[in-house]
């Protein structure tokens, strides 16, 4: 089976992480997490692009990659983070996103302090440190 293939945007403005908060209900189940915007390669596709067209999508805004952080893998993904930063726009929810959110799957952009970052379970929070200190591989975008 291949492994979906998908990139992060890292994006920490004045010591604060833009991410979701998100909110699910499903069988009267109620999931609440923060989630890293972001999303699934397209085919013919590099990883850069993708991040920046999931960026547009998502949020309708324009990003400058500043580096590659890292990538977190398991039985069914591969997920690349890169910190980035917001050349243009300001974030707006929009894309898919908006279409599909409601009552029952609920989108949220927000900004989190990064002194908190360990209140919000982030499965990959090593590599938004890492972002945040500065420590990644930089890019000829």
Do not use: W
């Not at 805004?61 to 917001?86: M, Q, R």
């Amino acid at each position: 089976m291949d492994k979906r293939i998908s990139s992060r945007a890292i994006i920490i403005e004045n010591d604060q992480l833009l991410a979701f908060f998100r909110r699910k209900v499903k069988d009267g189940i109620t999931k609440e997490y923060y989630a890293i915007p972001g999303g699934g390669l397209e085919t013919g596709e590099s990883i850069n692009d993708n991040v920046k067209r999931e960026l547009k999508e998502e949020l309708n805004v324009d990003i400058n990659i500043l580096g590659y952080v890292g990538k977190a893998e398991d039985d069914t993904s591969i997920t690349y983070y890169f910190h980035c930063e917001i050349i243009s726009g300001i974030p707006v929810l929009s894309g898919e996103e908006k279409d599909r959110a409601n009552d029952n799957n609920y989108y949220k952009i927000i900004y989190l302090p990064m002194e908190k970052i360990d209140n919000y379970g982030f499965y990959n929070k090593d590599l938004i440190l890492k972002a945040y200190n500065k420590e990644y591989i930089l890019l000829n975008d």
